[in-house]
């Protein structure tokens, strides 16, 4: 099966979820931050510009700090840089956290990663965020085990944390969009990674994921939605608008992990704490608003965390996590994909 093209170059899955620049070069940068700030004066959005050099301020102030006191500042990194993101996109929000915490703990006051909550409110900038993505979680409470559950750049950490625990992000490679000259349906294809091949892991796809009944290698899957194009090159605007479509749908279901090469995963169905619709980006505001909050108000809770045997996730979480919510955010604002420069992988 052909595989499509737009601008002379192979479509695969895009970093932005809402308005990938489909067709474009990679951004080559050490710096995402210098990248779009230039971009925001060349767009001429002066609001979105302050959010956004804020955020670098308070992301260079958090950097060297112990785990105890980082996540005060990480979660004001966050916080502007997505104030930033929804001013740039022209969406309205109300200047408050729009994220509570919510208590879990009921008759117990045992101090737990799984009855450490948080509830995201009707307005404010967490559920303006999530509106943008067009998030579609029911479910307004979580805790923050759930929250590091559904989260790929800490995913390895946690089920090594919770050693019984089934992977819910499955590697995937050779992602791309194939084109169907006989029908004139493109449509998303990968293979499963060799480590996670067979009928088990085929039943564990979510519903926007099969196996691909043409090939039946026990690795090769595909998108059950299709998007029609006008052939092979589907670089003109309604060609582009329909493969565009086609991948948000897609978004949910499929993450990736940012780094000198970009890596992509299959969010299955399994068994553990609860499957969150949401994207990184809301789930890692809302960790960091909670710990932020037991950083400033219950520091001797959050020396209880660092202190237990969660205490590796919660640093993990602490450090992995601003590298790749700034891959995201910075990927959603501009519509570009960043990698870093001088870097190729292996042929």
Not at 5 to 26: F, M, Q
Not at 83 to 93: C, E, N, Q, T
Not at 228 to 235: E, F, I, L, P
Not at 317 to 329: G, I, K, N, W
Request: charged fraction near 20%; include cysteine; glycine fraction near 6%.
């Amino acid at each position: 099966m052909l595989t499509l093209r737009i601008n002379g170059r192979d479509v695969k899955p895009h970093k932005a979820a809402v308005s990938p620049n489909l067709g474009a070069r990679t951004v080559l940068t050490n710096s995402h931050w210098e990248y779009v700030s230039l971009w925001l004066r060349r767009a001429k959005k002066p609001s979105a510009l302050f959010y956004w050099e804020q955020a670098h301020s308070f992301f260079t102030a958090s950097q060297g700090m112990p785990v105890e006191s980082a996540p005060l500042l990480l979660y004001y990194t966050f916080m502007n840089a997505t104030k930033a993101l929804l001013s740039a996109k022209g969406v309205a929000f109300d200047e408050h956290h729009g994220v509570r915490a919510h208590n879990m703990r009921g008759p117990s006051s045992k101090i737990a990663l799984s009855n450490e909550g948080v509830r995201i409110m009707q307005k404010g900038i967490a559920p303006a965020l999530s509106q943008y993505l067009g998030e579609l979680e029911a479910s307004p409470n979580h805790s923050l085990e759930e929250l590091f559950f559904n989260l790929p750049c800490i995913h390895r950490t946690f089920c090594l944390t919770y050693k019984n625990q089934p992977d819910l992000f499955v590697p995937m490679t050779d992602c791309e969009i194939k084109f169907d000259e006989s029908t004139g349906a493109a449509y998303f294809s990968a293979l499963l990674s060799k480590d996670f091949t067979g009928l088990a892991h085929m039943r564990r796809l979510p519903p926007s994921l099969v196996a691909d009944p043409r090939v039946n290698d026990g690795r090769t899957i595909r998108s059950v939605a299709t998007a029609m194009v006008t052939g092979r090159d589907a670089s003109s605007a309604p060609d582009r608008a329909a493969v565009g479509g086609l991948l948000r749908g897609l978004r949910p279901d499929i993450n990736y992990l940012a780094g000198a090469q970009t890596l992509w995963y299959a969010k299955c169905i399994v068994s553990g704490p609860a499957r969150l619709k949401r994207s990184p980006l809301t789930l890692t505001l809302l960790a960091m608003h909670r710990l932020s909050e037991i950083c400033r108000y219950r520091p001797i809770e959050l020396a209880s965390f660092l202190n237990g045997q969660k205490n590796w996730l919660l640093t993990e979480f602490v450090r992995m996590s601003p590298a790749q919510f700034l891959d995201e955010l910075a990927a959603e604002l501009t519509g570009q994909q960043f990698m870093i420069p001088n870097v190729r992988p292996s042929s």
